[in-house]
């Protein structure tokens, strides 16, 4: 697990960050104006995507996204928006892809908390997916083989064989203190037996 370097694990090698600029020629909403409509929002991101700028806005109970032209909330990202964005970030070709909108059952390669997203599947030596939001319109994630296997080495270490994230999981916890009384025993038996060792008559 610790040959590879993690950010080749995690994938950065396969992506980059995306060019999108927001534009200077159109009048944007401003920050003042957003919370004036949401006096209740903790956070306001502004950024840009594939179709047009957006704010995220931060509530108490949930994450919205509107429109930095006109403050309406926005649609859910298209599949060419979300493509876009693939080839603005993807460090190989793109030609041989497939795309799949995945709104629930998120696969075990996926934290189900990024849903609603779009899965596009590259066709390459690794079987590169990447998962681009399908509310923001941005690079969520992105999964290889070699991810795949560290994931799997990663749940028989921990013990976790569901969710992967429970590092104090009671099966762990269990088979930790059996372990911590195995070498326990074992240095009281060295113990006893050099303290039971007869001694040499001359």
Not at 87 to 102: C, D, E, Y
């Amino acid at each position: 697990m610790v040959i590879m370097d993690i950010d080749f694990i995690r994938g950065k090698h396969l992506t980059h960050k995306a060019t999108l600029t927001i534009p200077t020629d159109k009048t944007l909403i401003s920050i003042e104006e957003v919370l004036r409509h949401f006096p209740g929002a903790t956070r306001v991101n502004l950024y840009p995507s594939a179709n047009e700028p957006r704010y995220q806005v931060v509530l108490a109970d949930r994450v919205i996204f509107i429109s930095a032209y006109n403050g309406q909330p926005v649609q859910q990202v298209t599949q060419a928006e979300a493509a876009l964005m693939v080839n603005q970030v993807f460090n190989g070709s793109t030609n041989a892809m497939t795309a799949k909108l995945v709104t629930e059952n998120a696969p075990s390669e996926l934290n189900p908390r990024l849903l609603p997203v779009w899965q596009f599947s590259i066709n390459d030596t690794v079987n590169t997916r990447l998962y681009i939001s399908a509310t923001s319109g941005m690079l969520v994630t992105q999964r290889h083989d070699y991810w795949r296997l560290f994931d799997i080495m990663w749940m028989l270490h921990i013990m976790d064989y569901e969710d992967r994230e429970d590092i104090h999981n009671p099966l762990l916890s269990l088979m930790s203190l059996l372990a911590l009384m195995t070498v326990l025993t074992g240095l009281a038996l060295v113990f006893v037996a050099f303290a039971n060792k007869p001694s040499e008559r001359s």
